[in-house]
């Protein structure tokens, strides 16, 4: 028996097909399931956990002491091209408020200045070590970084992708989170740099707010794995 999952908010191409072979969809997100025949709501499973991670060596790691928050910015594997030209236009404002640690991706490293309390990096193996030292975050709108982020209660402004580079997921998931007064967001069309020096000033002010509320984002890894044995027993009965 086959079971998929669909992450964002709107189902994509190749869920939709792989659906018509599956005994269930799962789907991150309650309304998704509307979408698909045996569609089931079950949540998203989540990879991070900073309970093993000490606050200040975490910082030491990336050379930051405990006089300013962190802010964490990354935009995927590649670099977000677009994201990283406005940091880098107004790293000098936001380093008056915050150390920051910024994971430029492969193709912008070799453009990123060198500044104090700001550190540059192509990739990052362990993102938990990162995660555990941000008090507020920047990143794009992708289903599993979004989840990791609203899971662990930091504090984000989503720069989701735009439908002229993708089928628009990115920024139907971003607008579903900030409707559930989760994360802020800028649009790309409407970033610059004083848009995002203030979105992100105004998510760090919010940040007290964010870690007192009920977390409703939980990781679904053990639903998924009973579904599945369940399922697999079902089979083979």
């Known amino acids: 028996p086959v079971v998929s999952h669909e992450s964002d908010i709107t189902a994509g191409l190749a869920n939709k097909i792989a659906s ?69 236009n107004c790293l000098d404002e936001l380093l008056k408020d915050f150390f920051i640690l910024h994971i430029t991706g492969k193709n912008s490293i070799k453009n990123a200045p060198k500044k104090a309390g700001y550190k ?22 992708g289903a599993n970084s979004a989840f990791e982020l609203l899971s662990l ?45 203030f979105t992100v000033k105004s998510a760090y002010l919010n940040a007290k707010t964010v870690k007192t509320e009920p977390n409703i984002i939980t990781d679904a890894s053990e639903k998924i794995a009973d579904l599945l044995i369940k399922t697999a027993n079902k089979n083979h009965a």
Do not use: W
């Open 20 to 88: 018509k072979y599956c005994v269930k969809t799962l789907t991150a997100l309650p309304q998704t399931e509307k979408e698909f025949k045996n569609g089931l709501f079950i949540g998203s499973p989540i990879k991070a956990n900073t309970n093993a991670y000490d606050y200040k060596k975490c910082l030491n790691e990336f050379s930051f002491n405990s006089d300013k928050p962190v802010l964490l910015i990354f935009g995927g594997s590649l670099g977000a091209k677009r994201i990283n030209e406005t940091v880098f």
């Open 120 to 141: 540059a990096v192509e990739f990052i193996n362990d993102m938990n070590s990162a995660y555990a030292c941000a008090s507020v975050c920047v990143s794009r709108a």
């Open 153 to 197: 209660k930091i504090p984000t402004v989503f720069i989701p992708l735009s439908k002229a580079e993708s089928r628009g997921d990115q920024e139907k998931n971003a607008e579903y989170f900030f409707k559930s007064g989760l994360a802020h967001v800028i649009y790309e069309k409407d970033l610059t740099e004083n848009s995002l020096i």
